[in-house]
């Protein structure tokens, strides 16, 4: 089946570590993006990107950082630098990154103390 | 401002009780409507694409329509495996995501 894997679903760090979240996709898809959601407050973009080896920020990227090295795969680093880390984060895949409707992943709930 | 606005926040429906879910949405350069459902603790998962005002689309008991500022997400005679938190995207030039609207069908 063909879909967006990420992984772990429960991750607990110490507060001064840095972390890497996990998305794989098996839809050939160009475009990949990573969200944060939180109680009450709609997504949120931090990072995106259309083609291998390209990425842009989005609206909330301080803090976090990405790499797009393989077209499968967009690994996300929450670092010791974001000051509010604890919250349920969300990867996506878009066909082209245009009008395409955007496909998630169940997601990774990132708690930190 | 690009905005994405649902009402209402929260919705209790008997089963078999129709009612509707809403999207307003202010951003320039429309390039499509996306309608979601999320369960607790998953991902959205797709529903509907919308693309020009009076599109409409239906899977099973809901029925998505467009107009040129809002949408509406119709569900007719729920069941209580319905329940999950609805949420509206727009494409302008990133997608916006409304907060949703949290659905509790009771049996």
């Known amino acids: 089946d063909g879909g967006i894997t990420q992984s772990p679903k429960y991750l607990f760090r110490k507060e001064g570590q840095n972390v890497t979240l996990s998305c794989e996709q098996n839809?050939?898809?160009?475009?990949m993006y990573w969200y944060r959601q939180d109680p009450g407050q709609g997504l949120r973009l931090i990072y995106y990107?259309?083609?291998?080896?390209?990425?842009q920020k989005g609206d909330i990227a301080e803090g976090y950082s990405v790499s797009r090295e393989k077209k499968e795969s967009f690994p996300l680093t929450v670092t010791s630098a974001q000051k509010n880390p604890t919250a349920f984060y969300l990867c996506?895949?878009?066909?082209?990154?245009?009008?395409?409707?955007?496909?998630f992943g169940n997601g990774t709930r990132l708690t930190v103390t | 401002e690009d905005q994405v606005t649902q009402s209402p926040e929260a919705l209790r429906l008997q089963e078999g009780e129709s009612s509707s879910l809403n999207c307003s949405y202010t951003?320039?350069?429309?390039?499509?409507l996306f309608w979601y459902r999320q369960d607790p603790g998953k991902g959205p998962e797709f529903l509907f694409t919308?693309?020009?005002a009076g599109e409409e689309k239906e899977k099973e008991r809901l029925k998505a329509t467009l107009t040129k500022k809002e949408s509406f997400l119709h569900i007719t005679a729920p069941k209580p495996e319905d329940s999950a938190t609805y949420l509206c995207?727009?494409?302008?030039?990133?997608?916006?995501f409304g907060t949703g609207t949290s659905l509790t069908v009771i049996p």
């Open positions: 839809l050939n898809h160009d475009a």
């Open positions: 996506a895949s878009s066909i082209d990154g245009d009008n395409s409707p955007l496909h």
């Open positions: 919308l693309y020009s």
């Open positions: 951003v320039s350069g429309l390039r499509g």
């Open positions: 995207a727009v494409a302008g030039n990133q997608f916006y």
């Open positions: 990107s259309q083609i291998v080896n390209d990425f």
